[in-house]
């Protein structure tokens, strides 16, 4: 039997205001024991599918007590007044959606 430590963090920089953002980390690491390459995957896709689920959870929970619920996103905050149509359509919304009602936020759409 093997043993390894996985290690696996996701960070997002979030844009509120003009000049003002809101950095959210969440990270794990975990030591896992294996015999195989596929048990080895099949263990860090789990962590990887508990992270993504407490990165969102994260998410929603900074959102709300913030008080922002959606927020513009843009690939270039530089864009200046005069710029073509297809540059200004290049803005990005992200929703946050439960997937059942009794459900807590784990889906997040971009």
């Known amino acids: 039997m093997k043993k390894t430590i996985v290690k696996k963090a996701i960070f997002r920089k979030l844009c509120t205001a003009q000049f003002e953002s809101v950095d959210i980390h ?38 709300e007590q913030l008080g922002l619920s959606k927020k513009l996103a843009t ?9 073509s149509k297809a540059k200004k359509e290049s803005k990005k919304t992200f929703t946050l959606r439960k997937r059942d009602e009794d459900d807590d936020y784990d889906v997040l759409d971009f």
Not at 75 to 83: G, H, K, L, Q, W
């Open 26 to 63: 969440v990270e794990v690491e975990e030591e896992i024991e294996w015999n195989t390459d596929k048990e080895k995957l099949e263990k860090t896709e789990k962590i990887l599918k508990a992270l993504l689920i407490d990165f969102n959870r994260t998410l929603v929970q900074t959102l």
């Open 75 to 83: 690939v270039n905050s530089n864009i200046p007044s005069t710029a």
